[in-house]
Nanobody, 119 residues
Framework: VQLVESGGGSVQAGGSLRLSCAFSGYTYSGHCMGWFRQAPGKEHEGVVRISELTSVKYYSDSVQGRFTASRDNAQNTVYLRMNSLKPDDTAVYSC??????????????WGQGTQVTVS
């Protein structure tokens, strides 16, 4: 199983980025995906939970209305579109396969993470 993120970078406040997470080694069906972030000196924060079926649920109030998660089953890829970025969004963003809950204890597999820096 492998998860590979891309799309991170540096952006000014108010800007946008789109992160991608390509996964392999298993089929999407039957597994939830999640996006986490970890800011320097802080613990992982679950940002978004992507259902194995159809709906996308925003997990963190801090990103509600600004972040949009989506998936492409044919490409085995999930995305995180981040708009109106703030300096507080600066973190390493990681995707993960999760067992229904976007929390560290429910992670089966992690991606390597991609840095997002907002100035």
């Amino acid at each position: 199983v492998q998860l590979v993120e891309s799309g991170g970078g540096s952006v000014q406040a108010g800007g946008s980025l789109r992160l991608s997470c390509a996964f392999s080694g298993y089929t999407y069906s039957g597994h939830c995906m999640g996006w986490f972030r970890q800011a320097p000196g802080k613990e992982h924060e679950g940002v978004v939970r992507i259902s194995e079926l159809t709906s996308v649920k925003y997990y963190s109030d801090s990103v509600q209305g600004r972040f949009t998660a989506s998936r492409d089953n044919a490409q085995n890829t999930v995305y995180l579109r981040m708009n109106s970025l703030k300096p507080d969004d600066t973190a390493v963003y990681s995707c993960a396969r999760v067992r229904g809950v976007v929390a560290v204890g429910f992670v089966d597999y992690w991606g390597q993470g991609t840095q997002v820096t907002v100035s």
